[in-house]
Nanobody, 115 residues
Framework: QVQLVESGGGLVQPGGSLRLSCAAS????????MKWYRQTLGKQQQLVAA???????NYADSVKGRFTISRDNAKKTVYLQMNSLKLEDAAVYYC?????????WGQGTQVTVSA
């Protein structure tokens, strides 16, 4: 059974930092491209960051220079370090694991940015 479990969300002030984690089980983690998406009510889901099994990364323009995606294949965990958070970064953040036609989702973790 595949499970992706996100953690690390919470309430933070603008300018603050959070680190999200997504622990995977039930998959050959190192083969999967791991992605972080976010969604707010009434808006389309947005791809925030992605990292391949070999460590190649890419980011949405809106988070470049502020967010860093990383992975630990031994721990089967992907991280999203979020710095200099802005009000518009508030969303539910989801991780996904993608390989070929397979795509799995976590349950999401809420990030609230508020003064």
């Amino acid at each position: 059974q595949v499970q992706l479990v996100e953690s690390g969300g919470g309430l933070v002030q603008p300018g603050g930092s959070l680190r999200l984690s997504c622990a995977a089980s039930g998959i050959s983690f190192s083969f999967y491209t791991m992605k972080w998406y976010r969604q707010t009510l009434g808006k389309q889901q947005q791809l925030v960051a992605a990292i391949t099994g070999s460590g190649t990364t890419n980011y949405a323009d809106s988070v470049k220079g502020r967010f860093t995606i990383s992975r630990d294949n031994a721990k089967k965990t992907v991280y999203l370090q979020m710095n200099s958070l802005k009000l518009e970064d508030a969303a539910v953040y989801y991780c996904s694991a993608e390989f070929s036609s397979r795509k799995y989702w976590g349950q999401g973790t809420q990030v609230t940015v508020s003064a």
